[in-house]
Antibody, heavy 118, light 107 residues
């Protein structure tokens, strides 16, 4: 059974950093791209970015709203994907979902809430 | 970036009704279009991909059509459990973009 568990969310002040983790199980993690999508309270879905698998170069793509501030990485030996978030803004407040794959998003984690507030 | 515009933003229909939600892309995306259902307090669920391919396990009352810039999601006979917000998603290339959502309620 595919499982994705996000962790690392919480309350953080504007300008600070936070790192989210997505621990995967039930599939060959290294064979898949991993994505992050967020949802602000009461709002719609917003794509954050993805990281390709190593066979596809392990490269990343980001939304314009987070490019230069957020970094996605992966540790295939631990089956974990990371979202490093720097220079956080109040508008980054959202539930952050980890997803297996980059295009057709079948498997989602339950999400972790990030609140950016002073 | 490709903008995805859904209509309507919300709708209310009766059980058994045929419901149609439309999604328009700001430029052609071939059939790289998916539809998701998000029930209140739940994680989004993939319903349809490649514009018209039903994801495994999704009831056959859901269907999708379209290509290029104009797409539709149809529920042939609305059921109470279909109350949710529906999103279209462009995955032609990065950046991936979602429509703003359509909130579906029962009359």
């Amino acid at each position: 059974e595919v499982q994705l568990v996000e962790s690392g969310g919480g309350l953080v002040q504007p300008g600070r950093s936070l790192r989210l983790s997505c621990t995967a199980s039930g599939f060959n993690f290294g064979g898949y791209a991993m994505s992050w999508v967020r949802q602000a309270p009461g709002k719609g879905l917003e794509w954050v970015g993805f990281i390709r698998n190593k066979a596809s170069g392990g490269t990343t793509e980001y939304a314009a709203s987070v490019k230069g501030r957020f970094t996605i990485s992966r540790d295939d030996s631990k089956s974990i994907a990371y979202l490093q978030m720097n220079s956080l803004k109040t508008e980054d407040t959202a539930v952050y979902y980890c997803i297996r794959e980059r295009w057709q998003m079948v498997y989602w984690g339950q999400g972790t809430l990030v609140t950016v507030s002073s | 970036d490709i903008q995805m515009t859904q209509s309507p933003s919300s709708l209310s229909a009766s059980v058994g009704d045929r419901v149609t939600i439309t999604c328009r892309a700001s430029q052609a995306i071939s059939n790289y279009l998916a539809w998701y259902q998000q029930k209140p307090g739940k994680v989004p669920k993939l319903l349809i991909y490649a514009a018209s391919t039903l994801q495994s396990g999704v009831p056959s009352r859901f269907s999708g059509s379209g290509s290029g810039t104009d797409f539709t999601l149809t529920i042939s006979s609305l059921q109470p459990e279909d109350v949710a917000t529906y999103y279209c998603q462009n995955y032609n290339s990065a950046p991936i973009t979602f429509g703003q959502g359509t909130r579906l309620a029962i009359k």
